[in-house]
């Protein structure tokens, strides 16, 4: 089945470092998404990418930094310089908005906690 | 610019009570509207969707929405309610076909169902 695979499920970050959240994607979509969830906030949107190798900033991009050079994968570093990174990270995927407006297909997240 | 606002935090309904979460919008065009639900850990899940057409739409679950312009609202109904619909639910919008963008979510709402 099709389908975004998050990984890993849990993630803990020591000060100072920068840690890697992956997103594989097996829909053949070409547009790939990045949001933060905080309880009581809803999802921000931090980083999107409607095609290989090119992507934008969404609402929250500060401390965060993404690379798209496959389609399938649309990986997420947490910066050094992200001060509050624990939260929930989810992972999402569409059509681009240029061809409609479809609904994005969600990976089950990850949960990113500073020790 | 676009908005969602979902004024009910946390709602709780007995089981087998009817439901309504409410989810006003501002977009000064069509709006592309969705529903999702998300368990505890989870991604999210789309109930459904509306672009066009009837302003009744129906989804999985037993769950329906109806888009009143005039109103600006996208409410989300159930007949009856079961144990399992307990969850978080997050109305978007989708700007169409501008350049740029992603879903914008409301901040969500809780719903607890007691027996």
């Known amino acids: 089945d099709g389908g975004i695979t998050q990984s890993p499920k849990y993630l803990f970050r020591k000060e100072g470092q920068n840690v890697t959240l992956s997103c594989e994607q097996n829909?053949?979509?070409?547009?790939m998404y990045w949001y933060r969830q905080d309880p009581g906030q809803g999802l921000r949107l931090i980083y999107y990418s409607q095609i290989v190798n090119d992507f934008q900033k969404g609402d929250i991009a500060e401390g965060y930094s993404v690379s798209r050079e496959k389609k399938e994968s649309f990986p997420l570093t947490v910066t050094s310089a992200q001060k509050n990174p624990t939260a929930f990270y989810l992972c999402a995927s569409s059509i681009p908005p240029g061809m409609g407006n479809q609904p994005q297909h969600f990976g089950d997240g990850t949960r990113l906690s500073i020790l | 610019a676009q908005s969602v606002t979902q004024p009910d935090i946390h709602i709780t309904v007995s089981e087998g009570a009817s439901l309504e979460l409410r989810c006003n919008y501002s977009y000064g065009a069509t709006p592309y509207l969705f529903w999702y639900v998300q368990s505890p850990g989870q991604g999210l899940q789309l109930l459904l969707k509306y672009f066009s057409g009837d302003t009744l739409v129906q989804g999985i679950k037993g769950f329906e929405a109806e888009f009143k312009r005039s109103q600006s609202s996208f409410n989300l109904r159930k007949p009856s309610v079961h144990w399992s619909d307990a969850a978080e639910y997050f109305c978007?919008?989708?700007?169409?076909?501008?350049?740029?963008?992603?879903?914008?979510f409301g901040k969500g709402t809780t719903l607890s169902v007691s027996s």
């Open positions: 829909l053949n979509h070409d547009a």
């Open positions: 978007a919008v989708g700007a169409g076909n501008q350049a740029g963008t992603a879903l914008i």
